[in-house]
């Protein structure tokens, strides 16, 4: 089960909570990252979030 986040809005400069969001995961320089991401209330862009490997496998 979801639950609800808080996310920064680094465009708005706000903070906002929200139960829709997914799981990204990337690599870089050979290290995996999970993120969640959630469209901002704000405009049309996202935020995204790290979040630990544990919290990206118990959550996707």
Do not use: N
């Not at 706000?14 to 870089?28: A, G, L, N, V």
């Not at 959630?38 to 996202?46: I, R, V």
């Amino acid at each position: 089960m979801k639950e609800e986040l808080e996310f920064y809005d680094v465009k708005s400069r706000s903070k906002f909570k929200t139960m829709d969001w997914r799981i990204e995961t990337k690599m870089s320089k050979g290290q995996t990252r999970f993120f969640a991401v959630a469209k901002s209330p704000m405009g049309t862009h996202e935020a995204w979030r790290i979040v630990s490997a544990d919290f990206a496998k118990s959550h996707s």
